[in-house]
């Protein structure tokens, strides 16, 4: 059975920096892309970015590129969502899921497993 775990939430001014983590078990993900998501209050949930586990491969909503990176540590069958220069409107709960296949899809639908969520707020 998959688990995912996120870690890492918390409140931070604007500018600042926080680290999400993702730890994944059950599975071997080698084939698996790892998605990160997030929903703020009374807005749909929305595609943050994600990763290829097989190659690394990255992608990025328009609305976070160039300040979230992702990174995968395999030893630790573990996601990170580095987030820096983060701002108000990127106050969420981020979810971090899971899709069996190597590509990457936007789509909430396509991800079949998913963590209970972790609650980022920026403050202005």
């Known amino acids: 059975q998959v688990q995912l775990v996120e870690s890492g939430g918390g409140l931070v001014q604007a500018g600042g920096s926080l680290r999400l983590s993702c730890a994944a078990s059950g599975r071997t993900f080698s084939s698996y892309v790892m998605g990160w998501f997030r929903q703020a209050p009374g807005k749909e949930r929305e595609f943050v970015g994600a990763?290829?586990?097989?190659?690394?491969?990255?992608y990025y909503a328009d609305s976070v590129k160039g300040r979230f990176t992702i990174s995968r540590h395999n030893a630790k069958n573990t996601v990170y969502l580095q987030m820096n220069s983060l701002k108000p409107e990127d106050t969420a709960v981020y979810y971090c899921?899971?899709?069996?296949?190597?590509?990457?899809?936007?789509?909430?639908?396509?991800?079949?497993?998913w963590g209970q969520g972790t609650q980022v707020t920026v403050s202005s």
């Open positions: 990763i290829s586990w097989s190659n690394s491969v990255t």
């Open positions: 899921a899971a899709k069996v296949g190597t590509v990457i899809t936007t789509q909430t639908r396509h991800y079949a497993y």
